[in-house]
């Protein structure tokens, strides 16, 4: 046999979620690839590898979505981790990258997806999974701000930190999960309630604000690049609000994620 | 001249694994260490805290990379993705060596993360040594294969673990990091001699040396990385010194990891063995 198909073989067998000895089949497999020692049948030898790949790539799982496990419970998260590890096997080097899929692997897979908070649980795990290791720009030169004349502005393009992700939500998960990881006793899952929420990387560490929906939506278009005027008049005729009211709030936002630190830079039309 | 004399191998003395629970107390305290080793792979990232601590951790200490998913014996092609970010870690760090294992972990488009024993037949040989030497031409850096530990004995094999570490050393003219714990466990498992292949791996192309605990399953060992070295890997320790000289030494505490004392107070232990035994050889 090949070195090839000797591995293309054993990746099969170590990543089946079943046991290699109970499978006269699989065990027949192992007896090809594998010689017996004194205290271990072929099969039995595989199944340790078998086993260390089923518990890796669950502890990683369970580690980045400990909200999620948490509301399981751990059998059933278990169940899920199965499923998600068959349907979305590990194709990355780095294990960062395992839980990628599996926010819309619950949205989308039954029974996980009838219960919508375990989807919002999984899009706020990841989505601290992402700002974590998100490259860094420099934060917005103030400055530099101050200077950019008035008539500029509304072509202008704000530039989030790659950090930066938006969630809406149907359920406060945020808060859930928050309440989770810092050990909190949570007394069931929260009611549902439309969320807008805002993960990134601040000065010191990862942190989570709400957002009022309007500011969401300003700063998803600014996050597509839409420029700063477009961004604010679409914005602006779905709120209902008067225009000078509208600017009041837009400054009172920049000022906060500014302050934040959600901001990188200010790009001017040429 | 030999392999670690032609390359110009500092003997960074004894070592810690830099993990994190200790990150807080490491950057914060800076405790006597003689060098630390990383994981490549939670390094090789676009930003954030890692990248940070990297960087704190590199202005008061000798920095390593140690690898753990560049699968180089993996029949599908390198990563080319991988290599190069590996190359930017490196750059980064300006090791004296980089390091990961002679296994494999990618086949049929997936990552098994794991570090999986490949037969020990010439046709495994082969494809190591070219893929190493593409390694090396990659990281413009002195490259070195760790041993590791095994479960399972293939039937394609033709010669001994330490017939093959060694031809592919010699044939792809890379380094070695000898675990003396690994050794340890593979022999246990397999019912070889270990005390022999400390004896028969190339001593002049070993950079650098592994410490660490296992778990004893009974009808196997488990190379768990969560508990002290154990007598015997301590004595396997002194024979590998006693035969390559004076070579770094890292103590690896990966699961259940102790307070920092616990750790460096291992790394004391190795230190003094060391020391002990190169005392001897030189008296």
Known sequence: MSLASMQRALADLLRSPDSIVADAGRAALAEGLASASDRLTPAMQLDIYREQFFLRHLDVLHEDFRSLAHRLGDDAFEALAKAYLNAFPPRSFTLRDLGAELPAFVASTAPWSTDTLLADLARVEWAFVEAFDAASEPALDLAAVVSIPEEAWPSARLVLQPSVRRLSLRHPAHDYRHSIRNGEPVAGPPEARASFVVVFRGRLALEHIELEAEAFALLGELAGGTPLGEACERVAASSGATEEAFQEKVGAWFQRWTALGFLSRVELAR | ?283
């Open chain 2, 1 to 283: 001249m030999s392999y670690r004399a032609r390359h110009a191998i500092p003997d960074l003395g004894v070592g810690v694994g830099f993990r994190v629970p200790h990150y807080e107390q490491v950057l914060d305290e800076r405790p006597p260490m003689d060098w630390f080793e990383v994981i490549s792979e939670n390094f090789m990232v676009a930003g954030g805290r890692p990248l940070d601590n990297l960087a704190r951790l590199g202005e008061a200490y000798r920095v390593v990379p140690h690898g753990v998913s560049l699968a180089i014996g993996s029949v599908e092609p390198l990563d080319a993705g991988y290599l190069s970010r590996l190359r930017e870690l490196v750059d980064r760090l300006d090791p004296p060596w980089v390091s990961d294992h002679l296994c494999w972990g990618r086949a049929a488009g997936l990552h098994l993360h794991d570090l999986l024993p490949l037969p020990y037949t010439p046709e495994a040989v082969e494809l190591v040594v070219e893929r190493v030497k593409r390694v090396q031409g990659t990281l413009e850096r002195p490259f070195a294969l760790e041993n590791v530990s095994s479960y399972m004995t293939y039937r394609a094999s033709s010669m001994t673990e330490w017939e093959f570490v060694s031809e592919v050393a010699e044939r792809a003219d890379c380094g070695l990091l000898l675990d003396c714990n690994n050794v340890y466990v593979s022999a246990r498992n397999h019912g070889v001699d270990a005390e022999r292949y400390i004896d028969a791996v190339p001593a002049d192309r070993v950079v650098q040396m592994h410490l660490a605990g296992h778990t004893d399953k009974g009808t196997y060992v488990l190379d768990t990385h969560s508990d002290h070295v154990c007598d015997e890997v301590w004595s396997l320790y002194r024979r590998a010194i006693a035969r390559c000289g004076p070579v770094a030494t890292l103590v690896e505490w990966d699961d259940e990891i102790p307070a920092w004392e616990v750790l460096a107070a291992e790394a004391d232990r190795a230190r003094r063995m060391r020391a002990e035994v190169l005392a001897g050889e030189s008296a």
